[in-house]
């Protein structure tokens, strides 16, 4: 008579068949690794997604509050007026967030400071391209990035210094509205680039978090620091400051934070 | 004053520190070794296999157990955690009570003579013998070594792998997951499932000669394709032509081409094709066939009874083969290859089969008589 | 008066900026559904499983410039590999080396006679393509597989490079080329997160999407017979590896690209090298694009997936002045007091910054591709990629803009250009130790 068949139980056939002696799991190797399409791959994007809305609905005043707070504290303690204005966006009359910004102008350039920053911006130019070579070279990248958005913020407050139409108020406000947006987008973002893959959901859930605080704590320092040197320096750094240190700073945030969190074991 | 330099501070602080991960790994470098590649990787299917004898070898040194004249019985220790137990005489090993009861075996098996197994339990490590395995059935075994032929009983599972220097047999209704490989010769049992399969020789629940297509071989053929035919094909290369869509061979043609269809390709039966095929939507060969270059598909690659291929055979979703077929010879094996593999009792195999989701030994059912007769 | 004045110039940056953002929208949703595809979609490695069969004949060619240090590590590894012997034969072709290349190949030569047949070339078209052109003609083998000097093949991967072609319908396949010196710099660091991006996943899933994988030139193979009926290497196309991949696909063959088919190759290791490279692709590229765009619009060979996809990928590299072009408007509308299509403008453009320009593999693409690779810390370099995408945006600017002035209006003959070594006596090994240039980077034929 034929012996019984051992009630291999699933557990310990999967152990046979996918674990080393030491325990460890048998890995297929990376070029035809592929991750498990199971039902997490749809319920960690839902919950996540829907789960950060609910908490940003209700976060996005006390974020608005803190960052109004922020200013509030260090404009008088930068020798700045500490009057600060609100920026209302509502949908169907009903207010979703209000962004503050420190009611300030900035000062247009005379023409002697144009000179001097743009002739300091050629010879920055020039010298980046005669010293910085090899490892440096792409530092000559940057500057020349910078130096040419700057030149060019130098001939238009030359040519129609009337017509430049942002004061601090509105670069303040529009950076903290982009920052917020961004905030917002950041559950959306992360649904195809991060709530697919295969770490936990708690995991998932904390390196939105972090994300999120990452957006929410540079953005007033990245603002108070333009408003303090535009007010030094006067609009003509505005642009460039816009662009490299705005926007794409923003971006690099949460690009750097990102790469952080998925870099995690899952 | 100080105001303005701790602002200053902070700002810095904080609008640098989500790029702290960047700069430290930048600098500490903790992740900058290139990916392994591996120069000695060659796919070959004995990987684990001659992995395990070196293991083998290298417990037997350290132990000081001599092969010619081992000790009845002796365990111990590998490595933490991995028990192993050297048997010297070929008498079926006892067990203690508890594992009689639990009917799992935890220690790694090496066995200097030849072993006998007994049926029912858990074989949780590798089994090692010199000589003959005879694997009692219904048992699940983790990974078996046979220097000289492996016998595996009805219903039996493999886990990672089986391999012999000599003969296998597997017997019916056995699951033998990961690589199984012979040096001679291997035969499967009727219901049984496999993934890879190696041998010079396997034969599918039967022991006998397979007929092939030696009835069709001496019979006249026509060529093809004729002028009609090749006008409305595409010229790939000099000897490769494509169809726009299915393409149909008559029965009894003799084709020199390779032959590319974008739909369905169609062999009548009895013919010869000298190049090779590819189908992009189901690829069937009528019975007594002789393809003698790859065959690849996109979808199912059905060989008719009969049928004699000696090119690897690829499909992306599944192969039937057919009772009586012989694919790949002795001299010149070759693979077939697809997620999932049927094959009929009494069809042989020379060389490598390859199912990446699970295949089967079929008894000559109507299903694969209807699809091998499509 | 002045607003009446500024009024066309605004509908105009606002239109040009629309179709930039549009264009860089449609690039990154297809590189969204790339790595979505390479992450949870049904993988294609059809070809990865034949270990047995009657192997076609396989010529191993090697063309090399100048290679003393490097092509004798590769023709070791060339010799061991796991193939019929009676049909393999290593090719290795010194180009008017001026260093010491033909006596390394000469001592292998000598160690394999069955195995090693040297060519040495002292006139005629330099370059890679001339090299290939030229053995090709007086080919008797099935296959070509090409590697680079510097390339150093495991045992299995020339078998798996030959797999494909029992496919009738494959004219070229195309393996993974994995950075070995990733350890030396930033730089090194950053192509190794370009590379792990534009294999893993953007080959992989164009592979498993039944699109246009690309024939990159070294560790790949073609079908001698497929090449001869599209009429050769083109001799005068700055990048014949891509140049031949729209060829075949014009003719009705496919390439194929083998995730598993790795190989070692060496990235620059210094900036100006790395720019020079990019141009090359840039401006080879281009010139691709400007050859086939239309007839692959036309083509009834090609599929309507992969015509699309052949589009996509025939315009990356034009994406690079576009994206200058887009960052320019966004900044004059700025600068005209229009920030809110200029926000919005350039958070998307902004998202591009951290993607690398050759294969626009996107951010989340890289990250893909490194979780795959189970090599995640190296992903925490990312935000610092900013820098290569700034560089290579610049000199892929600087490409096209000599392609259009130099190569078409003034009508230049095509420059080869060498690409420089780095390893003094590397052992392969994925510890490249060497640190001088190699030979004369840039070094211009005729």
Sequence with gaps: MAPRRPSTSRGLLERLRFQSHSGRLIRRHRALRRLDFERASIVHPVTLVAGSYALLLVACAPITAGWATTLRFWLPRLGLPDDIGVRERDVLGHVVYEVPFPLLQGALPDRSLLVTVGGSCLALMLLSWLLLRGRALPLAYLVWAGCVLELASCAMLWLAPAEFPHTVASHVANGLEFALLLLLATPLLLTFSFYVFDHSITRKAFGTAVIGAGIVLVAPYQYLVHTMLVEQLSLVVMPPLYVLFGLLFDIAVFVALYAWVVSWEP | ?374 | MAASAAWPVNWVLKLVLAFVVALVALYTCRHVLFALNRLLGRQRHPYLDVDSADWPSVVVVVPAHNEEHVIGLALEALIDVDYPRDRYLVIPVDDRSTDATWAVIETWAARAPDIVRPRRREGGRPGKAAVLQEVTAELDATLMIVFDADYVPGRGLVKQLAAPFFDAEVGAVMGRVVPHNTERNLLTRLLDLERAGGYQVDQQARMNLELVPQYGGSVGGVRVSAVRAVGGWSEDAYAEDTDLTFRLLLHGFKTVYENRSECYEEVPEVWQERNRQIMRWAKGHNQVALRYAWRVLRSPMVGRLERIDALLLLGVFLLAPLLVVGFACAFALYLMGDPLLSNEALAVLGVVCFSSIGNYAAFFEIAAALHLDNSRRRLRLLPLNFVNFLASVLNVCRACYSLLVHDILLGRELRWEKTARYRGNGNGNGNGNGGHVNGAAGEVGR
């Design chain 2, 1 to 374: 004053m100080s105001a303005i330099v701790a602002f200053w501070l902070l700002a810095a602080l904080v609008c640098s520190a989500p790029f702290l991960p960047a700069i430290i790994e930048w600098i500490a470098r903790t992740d900058a070794q290139p990916l392994v590649v591996v120069r000695e990787q060659d796919t070959n299917i004995r990987h684990f296999a001659l992995g395990f004898c070196d293991r083998v070898q290298d417990l037997l040194e350290r132990e000081g157990i001599d092969a010619d004249n081992p000790p009845a019985d002796h365990q111990g220790e590998y490595r933490p955690g991995e028990r192993f137990r050297v048997l010297g005489a070929s008498s079926p090993p006892s067990w203690p009570a508890a594992t009689q009861r639990s009917r799992v075996v935890d220690v790694m098996l090496v066995a200097l003579r030849d072993l006998l197994l007994e049926g029912g339990f858990v074989y949780a490590q590798e089994v090692y013998a010199r000589g003959q395995i005879v694997a009692g059935s219904n048992a699940t075994y983790r990974a078996l070594y046979g220097g000289t032929d492996v016998l595996l009983g009805d219903g039996c599972t493999v886990a990672r792998w089986l391999h012999s220097q000599g003969h296998v047999h597997i017997g019916a209704d056995c699951t033998v997951y990961g690589r199984v490989s012979s040096g001679l010769s291997m035969t499967l049992g009727a219901g049984t499932r496999f993934e890879r399969l190696n041998a010079p020789l396997i034969r599918f629940a039967s022991d006998g000669a397979v007929r092939g297509p030696a009835a069709a071989l001496g019979s006249r053929r026509t060529p093809w394709p004729d002028a009609e035919a090749t006008a409305a094909l595409h010229a790939l290369d000099e000897r490769t032509l494509r169809a726009a869509g299915d393409l149909v061979l008559p029965t009894q043609c003799a084709v020199r081409n390779h032959l590319v269809a974008r739909g369905n390709l169609l062999i009548g039966a009895g013919s010869r094709v000298d190049g090779n095929l590819k189908a992009r939507e189901q690829l069937v060969s009528g019975a007594g066939s002789v393809l003698r270059g790859a065959v690849v598909c996109r979808g199912a690659v059905v060989l008719g009874e009969g049928c004699l291929v000696k090119g690897p055979v690829i499909s992306e979703s599944e192969v039937v083969v057919a009772a009586g077929c012989v694919v790949g010879t002795p001299a010149m094996p070759t693979t077939i290859t697809a997620p999932r593999i049927h094959v009929a009792a009494g069809s042989q195999v020379s060389g490598t089969i390859w199912a990446t989701e699970h295949g089967l030994v079929e008894t000559a059912t109507a299903d694969t008589q209807t699809l091998a007769n499509a």
